[in-house]
Antibody, heavy 120, light 107 residues
């Protein structure tokens, strides 16, 4: 059974940093691209970051470019999101999501999400 | 950036009725459009990818159509568990983008 479990969320002050993790199991993690998608309270979905299976290709949304960094450790079956210079508008539930595969940048498995609250 | 627009914002229907949801792209996305369902407190669930392909385990009452800039998600006969928010998403170009969602609620 495919499982994605996020951790690392919490309350952080504006300008602060946080590192999210996503532990993957039930599939060959090193064969899939992975993503972070967030959802602000009561709002829609926003894709923010993608990393290819080998980490050779990385993309970020403009809203987080230069502040957030996606990475992965295939030996540990883990995905990460380093978030720096956090702003109020980064408050959201952050989901890790697996690529559908075969080059399709759609998301077939999602974690349960971890809440990040940016507030003073 | 490709902007996706969904209509209507809210669709009020009764169980057994047919639901037709629309997603329009600001430029062609070919057939690279997906649909997701999200219920309160849950992660989204992939329903349709590449405009018309049902994802694994998705019931046949869900179908997708369209290409280019205009897409439709149809639920042939609503059952109680279908009342949720539906999002479209394009993978034609970076950044990947979602539409704002259509809420299907019980009339």
């Amino acid at each position: 059974e495919v499982q994605l479990v996020e951790s690392g969320g919490g309350l952080v002050q504006p300008g602060g940093s946080l590192r999210l993790s996503c532990a993957a199991s039930g599939f060959t993690f090193s064969s899939y691209g992975m993503n972070w998608v967030r959802q602000a309270p009561g709002k829609g979905l926003e894709w923010i970051s993608y990393i290819s299976s080998s980490s050779s290709s990385i993309h970020h949304a403009d809203s987080v470019e230069g502040r957030f960094t996606i990475s992965r450790d295939n030996a540990k079956n883990s995905l990460y999101l380093q978030m720096n210079s956090l702003r109020d508008e980064d408050t959201a539930v952050y989901y890790c999501a697996r690529d559908l595969g075969s080059g399709r940048r759609n998301f077939d498995y999602w974690g349960q999400g971890t809440l990040v609250t940016v507030s003073s | 950036e490709i902007v996706l627009t969904q209509s209507p914002g809210t669709l009020s229907l009764s169980p057994g009725e047919r639901a037709t949801l629309s997603c329009r792209a600001s430029q062609s996305v070919s057939s690279y459009l997906a649909w997701y369902q999200q219920k309160p407190g849950q992660a989204p669930r992939l329903l349709i990818y590449d405009a018309s392909n049902r994802a694994s385990g998705i019931p046949a009452r869900f179908s997708g159509s369209g290409s280019g800039t205009d897409f439709t998600l149809t639920i042939s006969s609503l059952v109680p568990e279908d009342f949720a928010v539906y999002y479209c998403q394009q993978r034609s170009s970076w950044p990947l983008t979602f539409g704002p969602g259509t809420k299907v609620d019980i009339k």
